[in-house]
T-cell receptor, first 111, second 115 residues
Framework: GNSVTQMEGPVTLSEEAFLTINCTYT??????LFWYVQYPGEGLQLLLK?????DKGSNKGFEATYRKETTSFHLEKGSVQVSDSAVYFC??????????FGAGTRLTVKP | GAVVSQHPSRVICKSGTSVKIECRSL??????MFWYRQFPKQSLMLMAT?????????EQGVEKDKFLINHASLTLSTLTVTSAHPEDSSFYIC???????????FGSGTRLTVV
């Protein structure tokens, strides 16, 4: 079946550090891949997405590239800010519109 | 972009009472909506898939009679927690699909506290 595995947290970084949150997936066919962000006490917001191999999704300084050969969609940001502190979820959606989430990775950025 | 409105954002109720949570797609029609439950510091747990005009599909282990779902129109799904108990206290989130390839749009969540 379809599934998503992402790096376990929590992750604690200093401001302006480089961020990588690993995400790998298992799926039949050609899923679309997503990163969602959840700030404290809120629902999930779409951060970025990629719908086919080699696509790069980007938003707010975050990037992730759809790598079919390694079945990965790692999230990166060159310089994190305190305001980036949140929980990040990797997800995939396949032909049947069934979305699968990773377990979430909590990021804390310290000043 | 697509917006999903969820109401209320917070509710406190007494044990034994029922609570209704609404999920509305504001600028698109959603034949399918999803209800999730999230425990502190954990991922989302899919509770049920709400289908407009038909019965909801519940995930294994979710009590249908306790978590009543109604999806009477293309823009509104409701989750009613019946005879609530303190163990039902949680963060409930709904989502809807705008279309193929768009991913899900999430509501802002409802913090339910049963006292």
């Amino acid at each position: 079946g379809n599934s998503v595995t992402q790096m376990e947290g929590p992750v604690t970084l200093s401001e302006e550090a480089f961020l990588t949150i690993n995400c790998t997936y298992t799926a039949t066919g050609y899923p679309s891949l997503f990163w969602y962000v959840q700030y404290p006490g809120e629902g999930l917001q779409l951060l970025l997405k990629a719908t086919k191999a080699d696509d790069k999704g980007s938003n707010k300084g975050f990037e992730a590239t759809y790598r079919k050969e390694t079945t990965s969609f790692h999230l990166e940001k060159g310089s994190v800010q305190v305001s980036d502190s949140a929980v990040y979820f990797c997800a995939l959606i396949n032909n049947n519109n069934d979305m699968r989430f990773g377990a979430g990775t909590r990021l804390t950025v310290k000043p | 972009g697509a917006v999903v409105s969820q109401h209320p954002s917070r509710v406190i109720c007494k044990s034994g009472t029922s609570v209704k949570i609404e999920c509305r797609s504001l600028d698109f029609q959603a034949t399918t909506m999803f209800w999730y439950r999230q425990f502190p510091k954990q991922s989302l747990m899919l509770m049920a898939t709400s289908n407009e005009g038909s019965k909801a599909t519940y995930e294994q282990g979710v009590e249908k009679d306790k978590f009543l779902i109604n999806h009477a129109s293309l823009t509104l799904s409701t989750l009613t927690v019946t005879s609530a108990h303190p163990e039902d206290s949680s963060f409930y989130i709904c989502s809807a699909i705008q279309g193929l390839g768009y991913g899900y749009t999430f509501g802002s969540g409802t913090r339910l506290t049963v006292v």
